[in-house]
């Protein structure tokens, strides 16, 4: 992807230049893995990775908003099968949690337990200068949990992280593969839809969920939602501003902020030990559509604040 420098209402094109060492990539990685994915990084190359039956993870990680664990593999070879060695990566993960959950208390000084952990969203990124067209193609499924990032280095220290993005994808994976991995993992790791959610609310509550997203589409065209098992999240990067969960008869609205205008005292302070990280949640019920209004009042304030927008 080439990148411009404007110069006197001139394009000039900033040079690309290539990384030393895969080492290199994985440790300035490691260092702003907040600021690339908005994850926690527990271990890796700058300070011991961990090895568990053969396998050694270049990058552990943990996402603290969907409380689950992401591995970040770093690939120069451009040989590897990225399903097969994803789906490894996961199995890996799902059959030894609690050498993850040690692993994490012991580098985080941490109590996490088990049961904290949604195994369900557990993914690989894997992260390379760049991938064949035959990778790129392998991730075309609804519920692969798998990602591809594209790293460019460009002068002036310039670098490009770029997601694989493929066409909305139908298929499921466990339709085409037959592998007993792929098949064991899906049973655990899923994905989620919009759809699932909407099944648990009756026609009116969906009806009120559905002019509400419109809403908050509205607030900025890069706002992407994200429906995990529990809950409808969305935000602009990578940290929630706001989430939705259904219930039959109503929406249970969760809005990020340490502090909110909120004159009709609808919304309540979420306890600190639920919150997501250090910033204050709070939530109300949404049942009507009378309420949207109100309910957006607030909603933008979580936005406006959001740290990564």
Request: glycine share 2%.
């Amino acid at each position: 992807m080439p990148i411009f420098q404007i110069q006197n209402k001139k394009l000039k094109r900033v040079k690309e230049k290539k990384f030393d060492l895969e080492k290199d990539l994985q440790l300035l990685t490691e260092e702003n893995l907040e600021e690339i994915f908005g994850l926690e990084f527990i271990s890796g190359k700058k300070n011991k990775q961990l090895s568990l039956h053969n396998l050694q993870l270049d990058t552990l990680a943990f996402d603290e908003e969907s409380k689950s664990f992401v591995v970040i593999e770093y690939k120069r070879d451009q040989s590897f099968s990225v399903v097969d060695q994803g789906y490894s990566y996961l199995a890996l993960m799902l059959n030894n949690k609690a050498e993850f959950i040690l692993e994490y208390n012991e580098r985080m000084n941490s109590n996490l337990k088990r049961d904290n952990v949604d195994w369900s969203q557990s993914k690989v990124i894997f992260i390379a200068p760049s991938f064949t067209t035959h990778q790129r193609g392998a991730i075309a499924f609804r519920d692969l949990p798998i990602e591809l990032w594209e790293v460019s280095l460009y002068e002036d220290n310039i670098v490009l992280y770029n997601q694989i993005k493929t066409t909305e994808a139908a298929e499921s994976i466990k339709k085409v593969s037959k592998s007993t991995t792929v098949e064991k993992v899906s049973e655990e790791v899923k994905t989620f839809t919009t759809e699932d959610h909407l099944a648990r609310s009756n026609p009116d509550i969906q009806e009120v969920f559905k002019k509400l997203e419109h809403e908050i589409f509205e607030l900025d065209s890069r706002i992407q939602s994200k429906p995990v098992q529990t809950y409808i999240g969305y935000k602009v990067r990578y940290h929630n501003f706001c989430s939705v969960i259904f219930y039959k008869d109503r929406l249970k609205v969760y809005v990020r902020g340490n502090i909110i205008d909120d004159p009709k005292k609808l919304f309540t302070q979420v306890p600190e030990s639920y919150a997501w990280g250090k910033t204050k949640l709070w939530y109300a019920e949404l049942r009507s559509e009378d309420q949207i209004n109100y309910f957006m009042s607030i909603i933008k304030q979580g936005y406006d604040v959001a740290p990564d927008k």
